[in-house]
């Protein structure tokens, strides 16, 4: 088992107490395989069946105490001052441990904005409040600490992100190979997957509507599964909206295909204006995307551009965090609506990898729909694998 | 994509309204995929990415409300008697369909004691309040629904998990054609996860530790990954806890070999008295395992049973639910410690599925531990696969 990631979180977590002044971080989970924290796998690799809490301080002490079986996993990983076990009930040892540390606050695993940061259960923040009763300890969010922990990515994180992208560089081209007229969704669907497959890769969300392939106007737009009620057409795009996990880490790509009939020798008029626009937004987006910008001005603008360009404004975020999933929690590029809570409000950062998406439906023609990835740097953004700059145009 | 499970699933749901007199049970989420509720699946086989609410009543009424790029596959599924689209906020629409369903109650997805009902994180309880300030709805704990919800299991679930052991088995049979002295527990391990590749199946749990191998006397017990640290060796036992899921329902079951050396023709009566205690506390649990007996009692039995034939006790729990998950929630067959909250005084239903699971350490020969899969009828136990009813010994 490969540890390297969690180690590098644990020492950007430290550095990160200290940043916030916050003393101390404590992840409480249990029966994690179908209860999961998405804080849990930044610092521990592996699941937790028992009550189990995992504390982090300003000072850089780190304790992990959990259910006799699973011990020797902790051992293993190594990096722990101490690993305390116990059998029928967490809350003694857990009270010592947290009275020796004696935080003045404790940060937990909740926030109403931000979901990365919310993995603790209601049930488990009431069974803390009983074992902590009367206690001094402060409980706050942790959204402060998960947010730029998640938020800014350590080198062995972009690497892994990067991979993940190349691969679906080149399952794009092989989708550009394969594709012709007469092909369902459902096709084009299964041969992505045996795509996957052959490089022993899953996909980064559900197999069900990952990819989504959207072919035609007709075909609804949403996260939705690939039928064979709608097929690739000439004269009609092809939109493909999907990534891999490897190693952990995924890509979240868009791309789309013209299917040009025999004779035609350009791209239809409303097609190509589309695609530019789209492109137009995305780069507007990206222009803006620096350290120290606030989420949602990046999505102004994009939106902002796309709304010129006469098409209506998109119902979701330009972009979002990604890293361990695919919605990775950290600033959100979207816009100030109440379902996204204070996210869009955030800062970026450097280290931030997202992506940058938005398309519009071209009546009688389909979707035309992009998503890069990229990573925020001190100087702006670099793209983390290729960049579709022109619509893609397969011979139909 | 196959709905029926989950039509099963809300129908019983309702029935269970009705007995238990609720007149709302409510599932919300967003972000499903990293913040996963375990009651969603049982009605919803997708995932949801903005927030969304699943709301099922006493009187049978079905509404779904979710955002707009996750309505189609509700209808795609079908048995809704509403399905509401959003866009900015879920509140207005909630709140609207709230008002006009009048519940006393609303049963929502948190619990102290049973991981399977908690699956309500505390940012969502909070945002929940903040919606309904001012409302007169009661909140209360869903445990009650889905208690028996997740226990009892539907002809379908249980062919499920049928269909999982029998495929377990069937891999049991090759481990025993594939063990011999000097494999290590990682080779066996790889082993048996080439066989899962070759079935299409993952394991019932992480596959860092799913099989678990435990080979003499040396090997650490617990949620531990193979290693190449301890082999498989002549005169002492090789132990593999394991299970697959198949069709998302999954099986947990433990076996025993015995490696036994040229020229020795009975098993070591450490062995032997070990592996027939062992097979006596699961038979005493299994004696006792009918409808209407509290978990705990089931549990007492297996203990009593081992402590009497001169083995410490085990630290867990003699049996729990298997379906979905290998930790399945409802009532729990396990001691009354405070780590297992109130799980071990529900009572046991028909329908329900259970593991008997415990294990001795033999000095010098290492672990003997059994673990089976059982369905509970009305009559008592039925196994729900093979049974191991004498050590399996591999001529070494």
Redesign the interface.
Known sequence: ?DFSIQHEKIAQAVAILAEKNIDCWMTFV??T????D?ALPLVVP??L???SAVIITKSGYKVAIA???????FE?MGGWDEIVSY?????PKLVEVLDRLAPKQIAIN????D?????????????LQ?YLAGKPYELI?AEAILNPLRGRKTAGEIARIRAAVALTDSIIERITAYLKPGLTEKQIADFIHAEYKKEGVIPS??A??CPTVTCGAES??????PSDEYVARAGQTVRVDQGVVLNEYISDIQRVWYLQPAGETSIPAPVQHAFDSVRAAIMAAADLLVPGVQGYVVDDAARATIVAAGYPEY??AVGHGIG????DGATLLGPR???YGNTPFGVVEAGGCYTLELGVQVPGYGLVSLEENVLVTDSGVEWLGHVQTEIMVVPA
């Open positions: 088992m249990r029966e395989s179908h209860n999961a998405p592996f699941n069946t028992w009550h259910g006799r079986y699973e011990v020797t996993n293993r059998d029928q009930s967490i809350q909740y926030s109403e904005s979901t990365a940061a919310d993995g603790l259960s209601h049930g488990m923040y009431l069974t009983r969010s969300w559900d069900g509507y609804p737009v949403g996260h939705v599964a119902q979701h361990r999933t695919v919605h609506w109440e379902r």
